[in-house]
């Protein structure tokens, strides 16, 4: 079935940097977008980086909130998904999820608590 796990969640301080993971299986990794997703407490989850397949030139796009301090990337070899996050403000404090629609089914892993605070 299909599996996400994502790693690399931890607290750290204003301007400070941290790498996402997101092992994946139970599907053809190469052939699927990626995505990332973060919820702060009282808020609604939001959509924060989409990698494409390698059909798709493995293309991204981020919310405007994190462009320029937060980059996705993949290896296919390794079936993960990262998310670079340089910069990170106390805004960036959310649970982070990684993403995946399988045969038009959306997969969700458990999360990973990154907070921002000094």
């Known amino acids: 079935q299909v599996q996400l796990v994502e790693s690399g969640g931890d607290l750290v301080q204003p301007g400070g940097s941290l790498r996402l993971s997101c092992k994946a299986s139970g599907f053809t990794f190469s052939s699927y977008a990626m995505s990332w997703y973060r919820q702060a407490p009282g808020k609604e989850r939001e959509l924060v980086a989409t990698?494409?397949?390698?059909?798709?030139?493995?293309?991204?796009n981020y919310a405007d909130s994190v462009q320029g301090r937060f980059t996705i990337s993949r290896d296919n070899a390794k079936n993960t998904v990262y998310l670079q996050m340089n910069s990170l403000k106390p805004e960036d404090t959310a649970v982070y999820y990684c993403?995946?629609?399988?045969?038009?089914?959306?997969?969700w892993g458990q999360g990973t608590q990154v907070t921002v605070s000094s």
């Open positions: 990698i494409a397949n390698a059909n798709g030139g493995d293309r991204t």
């Open positions: 993403n995946a629609y399988v045969r038009l089914t959306p997969y």
